[in-house]
């Protein structure tokens, strides 16, 4: 049975960092595309980051990028999102999720980081960034 579990979320102040891991259970995370997405309140999930399988090509999108970081421990099965110099808009509650398919060759990254992509997703961790 495929699980994932985020943790490291709270409450921070505009510039602080935070780490947000997830566990992957009941499947290989090398052997699959991996994401990290965010829902701030009254709007649509985004994607943040993503690496697809096989590859090293990382999406950010440039809300994010400079300052977030997406990483895997496959030893460990777990995925991290590095996150420096918060800001308030970065508030949100941010799920990781796994593809377990395929995507061809020539397909963009920021098509990779598309949510309806995913098949598997954890529960989410809440992040507030607030002076």
């Known amino acids: 049975q495929v699980q994932l579990v985020e943790s490291g979320g709270g409450m921070v102040q505009p510039g602080e960092s935070l780490r947000l891991s997830c566990a992957g259970s009941?499947?290989?995370?090398?052997?699959?595309?991996i994401g990290w997405f965010r829902q701030a309140p009254g709007k649509e999930r985004e994607g943040v980051s993503c690496?697809?399988?096989?590859?090293?090509?990382?999406y950010y999108p440039d809300s994010v990028k400079g300052r977030f970081t997406i990483s895997r421990d496959n030893a460990k099965n777990t995925m991290y999102l590095q996150m420096n110099s918060l800001k308030p808009e970065d508030t949100a509650d941010y799920y990781c999720a796994v593809n377990f398919g395929t995507f061809p060759r020539s397909v963009s990254p920021e098509y990779v980081c598309n949510e309806h992509n995913y098949d598997y997703w954890g529960r989410g961790t809440q992040v507030t960034v607030s002076s």
């Open positions: 009941g499947f290989t995370l090398d052997h699959v595309t």
């Open positions: 690496i697809k399988r096989g590859e090293e090509t990382i």
